[in-house]
């Protein structure tokens, strides 16, 4: 009698089925917790070791996101021009991990690619990219610069990065801006795909 009443009272997910059908949502896909750096020593590159979908791309982990990848073309019914947003319910649960991977991923099939990092709390797409961050979409929001001079080339064939550029003091306002908008519909036609790295949906408001 115990042992079920503490079964009873376990609210933890065991599965991916258990956690689809607590919030009545589909599981797009499941990935493997990544042990280690993926780059091999001797490789010379400014991108993240854990960016497993370029330097490992036979490995397991590749696979579930190659799964991921494949269910969202099956989503969007074989539809271009898709923006896609990315959160996660904590700090530190691999959302942007997951958003760089993704990203490369989805490149790697021959689709052209944007990654926008609007985490302004916690950016890290920068580093995990290699690329600058003195300009990004926050630089193109207010004004301060011009669309082009934000989107930066990346290591990885089709995947194009816009880092979060210089820190507004006020980013739930600044990402509620009409200019947000009007910015990801016009990018919805440059790209195959958009995707949005925000923060974490219970740690700030800015998802939303």
Same mark, same amino acid.
């Given at each position: 009698?115990?042992?079920?009443?503490?079964?009873? *009272?376990?609210? $933890?997910?065991?599965?991916?089925?258990?956690?689809?059908? /607590?919030?009545?949502?589909?599981?797009?896909?499941?990935?493997p917790?990544i042990?280690?750096?993926?780059?091999? !020593? @001797?490789?010379?590159?400014?991108?993240?070791?854990?960016?497993?979908?370029?330097f490992?791309?036979?490995?397991?982990?590749?696979?579930?996101?190659? !799964?991921?990848?494949?269910?969202?073309?099956?989503?969007?019914?074989?539809?271009?021009?898709?923006?896609? /947003?990315?959160?996660?319910?904590?700090?530190?649960?691999?959302?942007?991990?997951?958003?760089?991977?993704?990203?490369?991923?989805?490149?790697q099939?021959?689709? $052209?690619?944007?990654?926008?990092? !609007? @985490?302004?709390?916690? =950016?890290?797409?920068?580093?995990?990219?290699?690329? *600058?961050?003195?300009?990004?979409? *926050?630089?193109?929001? /207010?004004?301060?610069?011009?669309?082009?001079?934000?989107? /930066?080339?990346?290591?990885?064939?089709?995947?194009?990065?816009?880092p979060?550029?210089?820190?507004?003091?006020?980013?739930?306002?600044?990402?509620?801006?009409?200019?947000? @908008?009007?910015?990801?519909?016009?990018?919805?036609?440059?790209? @195959?795909?958009?995707?949005?790295?925000? =923060?974490?949906?219970?740690?700030?408001?800015?998802?939303?």
């Amino acid at each position: 009698v115990l042992a079920f009443l503490a079964e009873m *009272s376990d609210r $933890t997910f065991r599965s991916p089925d258990d956690v689809s059908e /607590q919030l009545g949502l589909p599981i797009v896909g499941h990935i493997p917790v990544i042990v280690g750096d993926a780059k091999p !020593a @001797d490789v010379d590159s400014k991108l993240d070791p854990t960016l497993v979908t370029y330097f490992t791309p036979k490995s397991r982990i590749t696979e579930a996101y190659r !799964a991921i990848r494949t269910a969202l073309y099956f989503t969007t019914r074989g539809e271009r021009h898709k923006v896609i /947003q990315i959160t996660s319910p904590n700090p530190g649960d691999g959302k942007t991990t997951l958003s760089v991977n993704l990203a490369a991923c989805i490149a790697q099939s021959g689709k $052209t690619v944007l990654l926008i990092d !609007a @985490d302004f709390r916690r =950016p890290k797409i920068h580093k995990m990219l290699g690329v *600058s961050s003195k300009i990004g979409m *926050s630089s193109v929001i /207010q004004g301060d610069a011009e669309l082009l001079d934000a989107i /930066q080339a990346t290591e990885v064939t089709n995947l194009w990065c816009m880092p979060f550029g210089p820190r507004p003091e006020n980013p739930a306002e600044l990402l509620t801006s009409h200019k947000l @908008d009007d910015l990801l519909a016009f990018l919805r036609e440059k790209y @195959d795909f958009v995707l949005v790295d925000t =923060p974490p949906m219970l740690a700030v408001t800015d998802p939303g």
